[in-house]
């Protein structure tokens, strides 16, 4: 029996310990033996929560377990997630989350000691909530050199937009339903002036070329100056806005950015509304391919938490994991 340590009782945390639950059955069939969640570290306490008993305050007590063979990080921000990371990579436990800030900042050096441990770091959940896009990228789109990845990669922003074009609904009402929705960062300044999505862009980037690219050499503009009267514009000449995430290799010359963009209405990335996100790459091989789904949310986000934590029971003491290294982009 596999078992799971979730660092972090938030909306993602709870999504993945139902996922857990609710398709146990099936999870179990796929992997070939139950994955049983056996602690969960968060600061507070639950007492009317059914998980009450699972609920631990000290990591070490996680780290000092041989029995846990999977730590799911989903605290987000870099510390003590980073510690807790490096400290389970340490100690032989392989590691996955869908904190975008810790990959886009540290996902070199923790890729490069999941390689030296034969374990993994897996990060499907950092991007695209729960739209299968990193693993495609690895995986299936292998063969190509991707030459362009057009990204709606924030849903509280794609939210925000779709309720003032489609609804009226002035900024700030929209930002607050986005976060009643539980779609919004912790601090909405990351997601409406664009810092989620550069860190999404810079993950994105950092898988194809094979190195970390800085978020803070990525010129990013967020949504936050827009206006109803901008929306009314952009409507009346036939465009809708959306903030995107762009990511090109030009002659060997990497070029990211994240800005709000006026968008035809007959072009695919339109019509991705609401809290979706949409990722349209293009490769040599196989030209446009567009990923489409759920961005945020508990249940998408965990949706892509539990497969990665299936991938690193199915494969225990093999790296699965992309690589890339740490360093400048050309
Ligand atoms: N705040 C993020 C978003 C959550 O709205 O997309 C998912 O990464």
New binding site residues.
């Given amino acids: 029996m596999a078992k799971v340590a979730v660092l972090g009782f938030g909306v993602v945390g709870s999504g993945v310990v139902e996922v857990l639950e609710t398709n146990a059955q099936s999870i179990a069939q796929k992997v070939g033996e139950p994955v049983s969640l056996k602690y969960i570290l968060d600061l507070r306490d639950f007492p009317e929560s059914p998980y009450r008993d699972k609920i631990v305050h000290d990591f070490d007590i996680i780290l000092n377990d041989p029995e846990v063979d999977v730590v799911c990080e989903v605290i987000g921000g870099v510390e003590p997630a980073y510690t807790f990371t490096k400290k389970a990579l340490l100690a032989g436990k392989s590691v996955v989350t ?1 904190n ?1 800030e810790l990959v886009a900042k540290h996902g070199a050096e923790f890729l490069k000691l999941a390689k030296e441990k034969d374990l993994n770091y897996l990060f499907e959940a ?1 991007v695209g ?1 729960g739209i299968p896009i990193i693993h495609p990228l690895h995986q299936c789109l292998a063969g190509n050199e991707i030459q362009s990845v057009i990204g709606i ?5 794609n939210y925000i937009l779709t309720q003032m074009f489609q609804n009226g609904v002035p900024f700030d009402q929209a930002l607050a339903e ?1 976060q009643e929705r539980g ?3 912790r601090n909405p300044s ?2 409406i002036d664009g810092i ?1 999505a550069c860190r ?1 862009i810079a993950i994105l980037g950092s898988l194809i070329y094979g190195r970390q690219l800085p978020t803070d050499e990525i010129p990013t503009e967020g949504i936050s100056k827009l206006t109803l009267d901008d929306v009314a514009a952009a409507e009346s000449a036939g465009y809708v806005i959306k903030l995107l995430g762009v990511y090109r290799k030009l002659h060997k010359q990497v070029y990211c950015r994240v800005s709000p963009c006026l968008i035809s209405k007959n072009h695919p990335l339109s019509h991705v509304d609401d ?1 979706f ?1 949409g990722i349209l790459v293009n490769g040599n091989a196989i030209d446009d391919v567009m990923f489409y789904g759920r ?2 949310g508990k249940l998408p ?1 965990a949706s892509a938490v539990v497969a990665d934590i299936i991938d690193c029971v199915k494969h225990r003491n093999v790296n699965r994991s992309v690589i890339w290294e740490d360093g400048e982009a050309g």
Wanted: proline share 0%.
């Fill in positions: 869908s975008k950092s909530g990669l924030n849903g509280t922003t986005a779609y919004a960062e990351a997601d989620d999404k809290v996100n961005g945020a986000t």
